[in-house]
T-cell receptor, first 113, second 115 residues
Framework: QKEVEQDPGPLSVPEGAIVSLNCTYS??????FMWYRQYSRKGPELLMY????GNKEDGRFTAQVDKSSKYISLFIRDSQPSDSATYLC?????????????FGAGTQVVVTP | NAGVTQTPKFQVLKTGQSMTLQCAQD?????MYWYRQDPGMGLRLIYY???????DKGEVPNGYNVSRLNKREFSLRLESAAPSQTSVYFC??????????????FGPGTRLTVT
């Protein structure tokens, strides 16, 4: 069983809808949670991060962590065609400079005009 | 700033051939990484270099070797390519910037096919 599970999609939504993405994990030691966005044929880029439990909002994006359920979510409000990308969750047990991130498989999102 | 650059962008190899993937960063980062990305598998760490002069194995190191040539450059070598190494390879770098997480900056990727 993978340490991080993420539905690969694709998830297709009309422009303006709310996009809801999530990951589940099995390692209770994970404390740092990140969301990366990857456009087609590009490298991933960090979108948001949260530490431990709680919510974090950045513009149209909200990240939530529920450590008791081992479940993290990313919500995109007022979705735009430019949000069409693959979204990967990533997590680590500590603030790790050594690259020990565990990535989900990524969810492909398509926002149709 | 170019960020993280990778060469080549595409490569087709025959089974048993060798090649080196090149990566360079101009952000003065200490740490560098090599990942492979396969459908349904996400990004998996092959090797990483915490700082110049050090390298260590990641999750899937078999069949690969790395060299941290200097602070800027980190290369990945396939000595005898196998079809199972068909993948997209990403190089990344990171440095402490005062935030709670170490953001990793990724290159554009190398698409490798082994026939």
């Amino acid at each position: 069983q993978k340490e991080v599970e993420q539905d690969p999609g694709p998830l297709s939504v009309p422009e303006g809808a709310i996009v809801s993405l999530n990951c589940t994990y099995s390692n209770s030691a994970f404390q740092y949670f990140m969301w990366y966005r990857q456009y087609s044929r590009k490298g991933p880029e960090l979108l948001m991060y949260t530490y431990s439990s709680g919510n974090k909002e950045d513009g149209r994006f909200t990240a939530q962590v529920d450590k008791s359920s081992k479940y993290i979510s990313l919500f995109i409000r007022d979705s735009q065609p430019s949000d069409s990308a693959t979204y990967l969750c990533a997590m680590s047990p500590m603030r790790s400079v050594w690259g020990k991130l565990q990535f989900g498989a990524g969810t492909q999102v398509v926002v149709t005009p | 700033n170019a960020g993280v650059t990778q060469t080549p962008k595409f490569q087709v190899l025959k089974t048993g051939q060798s090649m080196t993937l090149q990566c360079a960063q101009d952000m003065n980062h200490n740490s560098m990484y090599w990942y492979r990305q396969d459908p349904g598998m996400g990004l998996r760490l092959i090797y990483y270099s915490a700082s110049e002069g050090t390298t260590d194995k990641g999750e899937v190191p078999n069949g690969y070797n790395v060299s941290r040539l200097n602070k800027r450059e980190f290369s990945l070598r396939l000595e005898s390519a196998a079809p199972s190494q068909t993948s997209v390879y990403f190089c990344a770098s990171s440095e402490w910037s005062g935030t709670p997480v170490y953001e990793q900056y990724f290159g554009p990727g190398t698409r490798l096919t082994v026939t």
